[in-house]
């Protein structure tokens, strides 16, 4: 290389670092400027009504499944992730608020979905590609830049978990399974679910990043679950019945609990405290803030006047329900816990009356009292004793006590507060 040459390479390819800096940080500036130009002018065309650049959605979605992956790499799905009563939990849910965006088995897409950027996708088509966890942690946080909300119930995973549950099953389901589940205990009123409407309504699968034929959004969003539903659907998902039933049982799988326990001010209670966000649940939540007091209201006289009865058959052995009834009666006297017996055993007089646990299902009952434990229910209520009475219990007697109130039926007589025995040496 001649003298001149290497002149001129030294010049523009310094060989010290701190040489480098000035026309490095000059090139950031500059570009950093230009960008903002270029935005204050406005000619970039953000507009959803065309679609992203093919390697650009790739690249996008490429990001977020790498994101995701990441982030969910430690976590650990619940025990019960394949019990029905998980699935049954997120089933309805999951038709009335995520099937307009991602479809359902044998049913489509909105349009209005289908011209969101990035678009939903197909769920029916994409679910193969997550795990549990990864699918935990996209319900649970939703994706920036893009429709899909966070769970709006940031502190509550068992949610999250049952919805999880419910998408993982749903990948098997056909159109007639789906209806079942997400109607639930409304099926057992009206029989059969609505039959699907004739046509070939084959889902197809949904290209990322691709431009969908006009004949594949067709069948895409005929028939779809509209914004509105249809009529018959619209009813029954505006109302309470499809998750609790008309007497307030639920599902006896046990998910979703018994309302008909309760009495007429504990439901509006309950109500008031999901509308205003006091009590979490991205479940009730939504539907709470449809409400009107007068609804509210008319409601809770129908579900306290519906017949108490007991839950599923209960599961435990002899001596977990000795420990279960010991904590009821007595409480837990070395660690200053009242026994549960002396607040819930008062249930008939409405002023002082407290939520009857005899017959609730098991797993309501433990998962409230984790999230009374862990600050996530009843901290914002002045003067809830459930708080503190949770947070003194370990794993093992919130589940014995759970099982224990579960497994009594109701009519038989309320459980008694009786004074703990005096330890023989203290
Ligand atoms: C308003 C529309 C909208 C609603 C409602 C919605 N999502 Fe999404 N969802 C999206 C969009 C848009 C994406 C794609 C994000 C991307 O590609 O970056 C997405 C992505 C996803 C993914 C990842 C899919 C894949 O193949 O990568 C899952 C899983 C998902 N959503 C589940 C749900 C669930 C469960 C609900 C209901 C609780 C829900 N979504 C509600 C718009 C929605
Ligand atoms: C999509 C299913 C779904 C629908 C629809 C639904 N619920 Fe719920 N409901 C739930 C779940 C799940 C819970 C438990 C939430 C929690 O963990 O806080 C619940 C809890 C409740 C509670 C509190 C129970 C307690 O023991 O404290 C009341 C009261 C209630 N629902 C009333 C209603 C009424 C009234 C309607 C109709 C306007 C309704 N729900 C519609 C699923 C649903
Ligand atoms: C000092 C009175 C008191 C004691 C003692 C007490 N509770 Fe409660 N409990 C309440 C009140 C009041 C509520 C309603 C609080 C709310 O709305 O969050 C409640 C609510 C609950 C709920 C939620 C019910 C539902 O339908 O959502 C459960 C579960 C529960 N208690 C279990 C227990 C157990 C188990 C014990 C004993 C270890 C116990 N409680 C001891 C007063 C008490």
């Known amino acids: ?44 065309n953000l507009a959803a009504s065309t679609p992203h650049p093919q390697g650009w959605a790739s690249f996008l979605h490429f990001a977020f499944q790498r994101s995701v992956a990441f982030h969910s790499r430690n976590l650990q799905p619940p025990a019960e992730i394949n019990s029905a009563a998980l699935i049954e939990k997120g ?70 978990w049952a919805m999880v549950a419910f998408l ?13 589940i997400t109607l639930g205990a409304m099926k057992r009123a009206t029989g059969a679910p609505p039959a699907l409407p004739p046509g070939d309504f084959r889902p197809q699968p949904y290209v990322i990043g691709g431009t969908q034929t006009a004949e594949a959004a067709v069948n895409f969003s005929t028939p779809a679950l509209g914004f509105g539903h249809s009529s018959e659907i619209a009813e029954i998902g505006k109302s309470c019945v499809a998750c609790h039933g008309t007497d307030g049982r639920s599902r006896a799988s046990g998910g979703i609990p018994n309302i008909a326990l309760l009495n007429r001010n504990q439901i509006v209670r309950q109500l008031d405290l999901y509308r205003t966000g006091v009590r979490q649940s991205g479940i009730m939540q939504n539907v709470a803030v449809q409400l009107t007091p ?113 497994s009594r039926s109701l009519g038989t007589a309320p459980v008694r507060a009786v004074d703990a025995p005096v330890p023989a040496n203290p």
């Open 1 to 44: 290389m001649s003298d001149l040459r290497r002149g001129i390479w030294r010049e523009f390819f310094p060989r010290k670092i701190r040489h480098w800096l000035v026309p490095i940080g000059t090139m950031g500036l500059v570009g950093l400027i230009g960008a903002m130009l270029l935005a204050m002018t406005g000619v970039l």
């Open 91 to 160: 089933a309805t849910h999951y038709d009335r608020v995520c099937s307009n965006c991602h479809g359902a088995p044998g049913m489509g897409q909105n349009p209005i979905a289908m011209s969101m950027r990035p678009q939903p996708q197909y769920l029916m088509g994409s679910l193969k590609d997550y795990s549990p966890s990864e699918l935990f942690w996209i319900v649970k946080h939703g994706v920036k830049y893009s429709a899909m909300p966070a769970w709006p119930a940031g502190d509550r995973d068992d949610e999250v």
């Open 168 to 180: 993982r099953a749903m990948k098997s389901m056909n159109y007639e399974q789906y209806r079942s």
């Open 294 to 406: 007068d609804q509210i209201a008319g409601l809770a006289s129908y579900y306290s006047s519906q017949p108490k009865v007991g839950g599923a058959k209960v599961r435990a052995t002899p001596a977990v329900l000795a420990l279960g009834e010991r904590i009821a009666s007595q409480g837990l006297p070395d660690r200053q816990v009242g026994a549960c017996a002396s607040c819930h055993g008062i249930t008939a007089a409405a002023a002082r009356a407290y939520p009857g646990l005899d017959g609730q299902y098991p797993l309501y009952l433990r998962d409230q009292l984790r999230l009374y434990r862990s600050g996530v229910r009843g901290g914002d209520i002045p003067a809830n004793p459930m708080p503190a009475v949770a947070a003194r219990m370990t794993d093992k007697e919130i589940e014995a006590v759970s099982l224990f109130y579960a």
